[in-house]
């Protein structure tokens, strides 16, 4: 009696193991994998080929993680969809805050956009067509390299570094729309200054020593908050948040990732005319657009784009 269920309990985990496995989104291989985009360990990104008739347009994926943590493999389950479309994806890496704070995690980023042009012809991409997603902090260096200057450097000696850093869209999900303490304190409360990602961004061991020596950071602070660069000719942008609209924020997880973030950044877009669309079930929604999915479809595959 006892093999017998022994064995049934055997049966039934492999078939509710089957089962999961089937429900789980197939990722395929990439086409190229650990691309290496800079000199550093961190620095890779893998890439799917989209077929289709001519130059692709292109995906890129940022991960989160507070520019603490994270992997380039957490943006996954999405990737047969974009390619069944015709469009391309890459998912990049970038050095963490444990290792090099501000500027490095989002200038990593910005380098990884600008090598990945350089292969346009070698990996047929449209260039004019580059879209960026991510969530949490990748979402957050997804709107600034949405909204900040273009950094191409046109006489560098180096290749990669002439190109464009310009995208033509972003869509993001629980992003950081402001990094500086001053402003986000008042805009959610104590608690979000208690996340790590805060004082660990401009290389702080803690956010008292941060707040001590504020002058210090706050050019850092001001430089890579998105909203200090979004301006009315700006390419559009969608987020997503979670509705939980308490003040002040709960816990640090709240208020790192609170939908007034949202808020903020929508308002200033609409004061300056700039497309942009935030999604709060119950509590904002946009006239074009349900979700992410959407948006960059109608943007990468748009006639207008």
């Known amino acids: ?48 080929e989209a077929k289709g008739k001519g130059p692709r347009p292109l995906l890129v994926y940022i991960h989160g993680g507070g520019w603490i943590g994270g992997d380039k493999g957490r943006g996954s389950s999405r990737i047969q969809a974009y390619l069944d479309k015709g469009i391309s994806y890459a998912a990049i890496n970038y050095r963490l805050t444990g290792e090099a704070s501000l500027p490095v995690p989002v200038h990593d980023a910005a380098r ?54 310009r995208v033509i869209a972003a869509a993001v999900g629980g992003g950081q729309t402001s990094i500086d303490p001053k402003v986000i304190e ?66 640090a997880g709240h208020g790192i990732h609170h939908p007034v973030y949202g808020v903020k950044m929508k308002e200033k877009a609409d004061k300056v005319g700039t497309e942009c669309h935030l999604l709060i079930k119950d509590v904002s929604k946009s006239d074009q657009y349900s979700n992410s999915h959407e948006f960059l479809m109608d943007k990468l595959l748009g006639k207008d784009s």
């Open 186 to 251: 008042p805009w959610l409360g104590p608690n979000v200054l208690k996340h790590a990602m805060i004082h660990k961004a401009v290389g702080g061991k803690s956010m008292q020593d941060v707040m001590d020596n504020y002058e210090k950071h706050e050019a850092l602070y001001k430089e890579f908050s998105p909203y200090n660069h979004l301006t009315a000719d700006d390419p559009p942008l969608l987020m997503t948040y979670g509705n939980n609209m308490k003040l002040p924020s709960e816990n």
């Open 1 to 48: 009696m006892q093999r017998q269920i022994l064995a049934f309990l055997l049966t039934f985990t492999l078939i509710c193991s089957a089962s999961f496995a089937a429900d789980k989104p197939k990722i395929p291989k990439p086409t190229h994998a650990d691309v290496a985009h800079g000199p550093h360990d961190k620095t890779k990104l893998d890439f799917w």
């Open 112 to 165: 990884a956009i600008q090598f990945i042009r350089s292969k346009a012809k070698e990996w047929n991409i449209d260039k004019k067509k580059i879209a960026l997603t991510g969530g949490s902090a990748g979402a957050c260096t997804s709107m600034w390299l949405l909204y900040h200057d273009d950094l191409a450097d046109p006489k560098s000696k180096d290749p990669v570094a002439r190109e464009s850093t």
